[in-house]
C-alpha cells in the first residue's frame, strides 16, 4: 500500500436514541403541515398567549363535536322509520276460510250412525275405568273421565264411515259474487251470486285442529278451485252453513259450546289467529282489506323463511304440506317427543309424517286406539305419555331439545308478510227465522227453504210430518207446524258474508328515516363545523397516531437490546499512521446498567440515522496533531456518556465543511473504556467509514 498513513477510526454504536425528541420532530412537521385549521394555529402560533388561545378554542370544538355526535348517533341508534303507503299495489288474493265445529265435529244423525256411535262410546266407557286416569287427570281434573271417553273415541273411530271429508254434511251452499255485467237493469242488481257447482269437494279440503281433541275442520281455498282470472272477479263469498244441533246433544261435549269457528288466515297456512264466532240463527258478515307490510330488518328483527312441515289430513292417510306459527312448530316438536319414546301418535296434537319411519310415514297410528291396542298397552301408551310430558314440563329442560329452540325465531314477524285487515264485523238476525207473525207469502218461503236445507238431516217421516201439517191457515195459533220449523233453522243455520274491500291490495313499506350514509353526512358536517376536519385531516391524524405507536414500539425495542461500543484502529496511509495500542479491543457494554448522566460535550443532527457513524481523522499527522489516546482500563474516568444519545458527531451530508473537534467520553460497563475521537472534514468528505451489519464483523474486523 503506497501513500501516506493514516489512521481511521471506525465506531459503531447500537443503543437508545432520544426518541423524544425524534418524535418532537416529527410531531412538530406534522402539525405545521396539517390541513387541520386548529392543529395548524397551535402549532404556528407566534406567541404562548397565541398558543393558548388557540389550544382552548380547539378543545371547545372537540366539546362540541363529540356533544353532537352523541345526539346523532343516538338518533341513527334508535332506528326511526318512514312508513310509505301504496293504495293499490296488487290483485287481491282471497285468503283460505276455515269452518271448525267444535260442538259437533261428525253428523251423527245422518246414514245412522247413532247407533254406532252409542257403541262406540260404551266400549270407551269401558275402557276409561280401566285406565289410568293421571295422564287426563294433568289436562283437567274435574273432567278427567269425559276427557278419557272422548279421547279414546276420537282415536278409535273409522274418519270415513262419520262422514269426515264430505262438506256436504256441513255446508249447505257456497256462493259467490262477481259482479254485474252489461246494461243494468235496475239499481238493486248490483251484484250476481252464482252458486258454485257441486261437489263442494272441489273447493274445501279438511284439517285437523286442536280444540282440546283433533276434531275435523273445512277451508275453502278458492285459489285451487278457480282459475287467476275467476278468482280476481270474485267480489264477495256466502256460505250457508249447518250446526247440526242433533249431533251436538248426543255427542254431549263438555268442552265445546254450540258456535262455529271462522278463521281467516294464509293461503296455504294453519290458521293460528283467534276464531270469530258464528252464531246459528244470524248473518255474520265481515269486510276484508289485504296490505302487504314489507318490513326494515335494520329497525326490527324479522324472518323470511316459514315453518314448513307435511301431516296428515283428519282421515289419517292424506298427506299435506302447510306452514305454521311458531306455535304449530311447538306442537309438531311436542308430537315427535311422544313418537320417539311411546311409538304412537297423541290424539291432542297435530300428525306430522315421519318419512324415516317404516309406519308412520303412510299413516298415523293414535296411541288410545281401542280396535289396535288393549287396555294394558294402551295404559303403557297413557304410561308413557305422562312421563315425557312430566319430563319436558319445565321451560328449560323442553328448550334443551334443539328442534324446540329452532321454533323460536319462528316467533318473529316475516320481513315481506301479507296482512288481512278485518272490518265491519257484524252480526245480523235473519228477522225471516225470528218473527212471529205469518203469512201466505212468508209460510211458502219459510217450508220450500226448510225442505232444500234440511231435506237430507231429518228423518223422511218426521219431515213429511211437519211439512203435511196444516200450513194454509194464517193465523199462528191454528199453524203446528210452523214454530217447529222456525225453531229448527232457527238452531241449525246461518250465514257468513266475506267481502272484499278492494280489488287492489295495498303495500305499507317500511324505510330508514336516518340511514347510515345520512348519518356519515352529519358527522362529515359537524367535524368541518367544530373542528374544520376533512378526509384529508382524518387520515393526517391517522398518521399522527400510527407515527406516535410506531415510535414507541420502537423505543420498547431498543429498551430490550444490547448496545455494543465497537473501537478499531486500522492504518491508512503511509503519512497518518497511528500508534496502535496493544489493548485495543470491542467491548459489549450494557448502558442501561448506569445511571444517565451528563455529556461533557454532544452534537446531534436530528433526523439522522443512529446506526451509521461518521468517524475520521486529519489528513496529516503532525507532532503536535491530537492523537488517540491510550486506552487504559484502569485509568480514572472523569464522565460518562448519555445513555439516550450518541457520542458522536453526525454530519448532515458527506461534504458538509466542519471544524476540528475534539471529544472525550466514557462509556459505562464492566470494563471502562475511555477514548478520544477526532473528526475533521477532510476525513469526512471522503470515504472513511465502515457500516458493520452485526457484532460479529467489528470482532472479525479487529
Known sequence: MTGPKRTRTIQRVRSTTDRADLFHVGVERLLEHSTVHGLSHVSTAATKLGRITWFCLLLAGIAGFFTNLSFIIDRYLTRPVLTSYISEYEGFIWPD??????????????????????????QASAFAQKLNSSLFASIDSQDQNEIAIQALMYST?????????????????????????????????????????????????????QK??????????????????????????????????????IINSSYASPYIDLFISHPGHAPHDDPIEMLPGYT????????????????????????????????????????????????????????????????????????????????????????????????????????????YQLSSVYNSVPEARACEQFRKPLCDDVEYKLSDIRRTAMVELWSNSYNEARIAFLTSSFQNLFSSDIPPEQLVSWLDSDTKDDNTKDNDSMPKILKYMRDNFGLLSVNRKSELGELVREELE??????????????????????????????????????????????????????????????????????????????????????LWKHRILGRRASERHLSEPEGCEVHMTKFDRINPGEPNNFAIDHNSSPFVHPETSSQQLTLVSQNATVPSSTQISFSIVSTPHCTAESCETNYQSEDDCVDEQ
Open 212 to 249: 282440546r281433541y283433533n276434531v275435523p275442520c273445512y277451508t275453502l281455498q278458492l285459489r285451487h278451485s278457480l282459475t287467476a282470472v275467476q278468482s280476481n272477479q270474485v267480489n264477495s263469498i256466502g256460505l250457508g252453513v249447518k250446526f247440526n244441533v242433533e249431533s251436538y246433544r
Open 157 to 209: 273411530l273409522s274418519p270415513p264411515e262419520y262422514g269426515v271429508g264430505e262438506p256436504e254434511e256441513f255446508i249447505q251452499f257456497v256462493a259467490t259474487d262477481v259482479g254485474y255485467q252489461g246494461i243494468i237493469l235496475t239499481v238493486e242488481i248490483s251484484g250476481n251470486m252464482t252458486h258454485l257447482n257441486p261437489p263442494l269437494k272441489k273447493y274445501f279440503h279438511t284439517q285437523v285442529l
Open 514 to 599: 336516518y340511514p347510515l350514509s345520512e348519518l356519515m353526512s352529519d358527522v362529515g358536517g359537524l367535524m368541518g363545523l367544530w373542528i374544520g376536519i376533512s378526509v384529508i385531516g382524518l387520515f393526517e391524524i391517522v398518521e399522527l397516531c400510527g407515527f406516535a405507536i410506531m415510535t414507541a414500539v420502537a423505543w420498547l425495542v431498543d429498551l430490550c437490546r444490547l448496545p455494543t461500543v465497537c473501537v478499531i484502529f486500522e492504518r491508512a496511509s503511509a503519512n497518518c499512521e497511528t500508534r496502535r495500542m496493544p489493548d485495543t479491543r470491542c467491548m459489549k457494554t450494557n448502558f442501561r446498567e448506569q445511571p444517565q448522566q451528563s455529556l
Open 284 to 391: 255474520l258478515s265481515l269486510s276484508l282489506r289485504m296490505s302487504r307490510l314489507r318490513r326494515e330488518p335494520a329497525r326490527l328483527s324479522c324472518r323470511t323463511d316459514f315453518y314448513t312441515t307435511e301431516v296428515f289430513d283428519p282421515d289419517l292417510v292424506t298427506k299435506r304440506r302447510v306452514n305454521g306459527s311458531a306455535t304449530f312448530c311447538h306442537r309438531i316438536v311436542s308430537q315427535h317427543l311422544y313418537l320417539n319414546s311411546c311409538h304412537c301418535y297423541s290424539p291432542f296434537l297435530p300428525y306430522p309424517v315421519v318419512y324415516n319411519h317404516k309406519l308412520f310415514s303412510k299413516m298415523a297410528i293414535l296411541c288410545f286406539n281401542m280396535s289396535r291396542f288393549s287396555v294394558a298397552q294402551i295404559n303403557r301408551n297413557a304410561d308413557c305419555m305422562l312421563r315425557i310430558y312430566e319430563r
Open 97 to 122: 276460510i276455515t269452518l271448525c265445529n267444535a260442538m259437533a265435529p261428525y253428523s251423527l244423525h245422518l246414514h245412522g250412525r247413532i247407533p254406532k256411535w252409542q257403541a262406540l262410546r260404551n
